[in-house]
C-alpha cells in the first residue's frame, strides 16, 4: 500500500499545478506576419519576428493577448510629442474651466467687472500719485543742495563732504523712485489687460447661455 506524507503531498500538488499551467501555454497558439507578409500560426514566435508584433490564441482559436510592435525611435518621438499636445491642451480646457468658474461665480454683469477693475485701477493710480510726488519732493531737494554747494563756491569756500553726500544720496533715491514708478506704470497697464479679458470672456459666457437658451426654446415648440 502506498503511503503518502503531508509533504510529499503538497509537493505533488504544487508540480501539478505547474504542469497543468505549462500544458496550458503550450496549448496557446501565436499569429504573425512573416518577412513574406504571410500571416504563420505557429506555437511560438521566432525572435526576429516578435518585435513586429503577434497575437497569442488560446486552444479554442480565440485571441487572448495582442503584443503590439516594437516603435521605432522616430515614432516614440512622434507619440511623446503627441502625449505633450494631448496634455497641454487638456490642461488648457481645464484653465478655461477653472477661469469660468471664477466669473461667473465673483460678477453677474460686465458692469461688475467693470467697477472692480476701476477701484484696482484707482488704488494703483492713488499709489502712483504719491511716487511721482515723493519724486518732486527728492528733486527740490536735491536743487536746494545744490544750490547751497553753487553759493559756498562763489563765495570761493569748499563745499562740504555732507552736503555731495546728500546730492548723492537724494539722486539715488529718486532714481529708486523712479523705478517704482515705471513699475507701477506696467502694473496698471497688466490689471487693465486682465480685467478687459475677464470682460471678453465674460461676455463669450454669457453669449453662449443665450445660444444654450435659445435653442432649448426651439426644441420645446
Known amino acids: 500500500m502506498l503511503c503518502f506524507t503531508h509533504r510529499s503531498l503538497a509537493i505533488c500538488a504544487g508540480i501539478s499545478l505547474s504542469l497543468a499551467a505549462l500544458s496550458a501555454e503550450a496549448a496557446n497558439m501565436y499569429r504573425y506576419v512573416n518577412d513574406e507578409g504571410n500571416v504563420v500560426l505557429d506555437y511560438g514566435v521566432p525572435p526576429e519576428h516578435a518585435h513586429k508584433g503577434y497575437e497569442v490564441l488560446n486552444e479554442a482559436g480565440i485571441v487572448i493577448q495582442v503584443v503590439p510592435r516594437t516603435l521605432s525611435e522616430e515614432e516614440r518621438a512622434a507619440r511623446s510629442e503627441e502625449d505633450r499636445a494631448a496634455e497641454a491642451a487638456a490642461a488648457e480646457v481645464e484653465r478655461l474651466r477653472k477661469w469660468d468658474e471664477s466669473l461667473l461665480l465673483r460678477y453677474s454683469s460686465v458692469a461688475d467687472i467693470e467697477a472692480a477693475r476701476d477701484r484696482a485701477l484707482s488704488e494703483l493710480r492713488i499709489r502712483l500719485s504719491i511716487l511721482q510726488g515723493n519724486t518732486r519732493s527728492l528733486r527740490q531737494q536735491v536743487e536746494n543742495e545744490q544750490a547751497r554747494a553753487a553759493d559756498i563756491e562763489r563765495r570761493g569756500g569748499k ?33 487693465n489687460q486682465e480685467f478687459q479679458r475677464d470682460i471678453d470672456r465674460f461676455g463669450e459666457l454669457r453669449e453662449m447661455v443665450e445660444l444654450r437658451r435659445s435653442h432649448a426654446a426651439e426644441n420645446s415648440r
Do not use: K
Not at 166 to 183: F, K, N, P, V, Y
Open 159 to 191: 563745499v562740504p563732504v555732507s552736503i555731495l553726500t546728500a546730492i548723492d544720496d537724494l539722486q539715488s533715491e529718486i532714481g529708486t523712485t523712479e523705478r517704482s514708478i515705471a513699475e507701477r506704470r506696467r502694473e496698471l497697464e497688466a490689471v
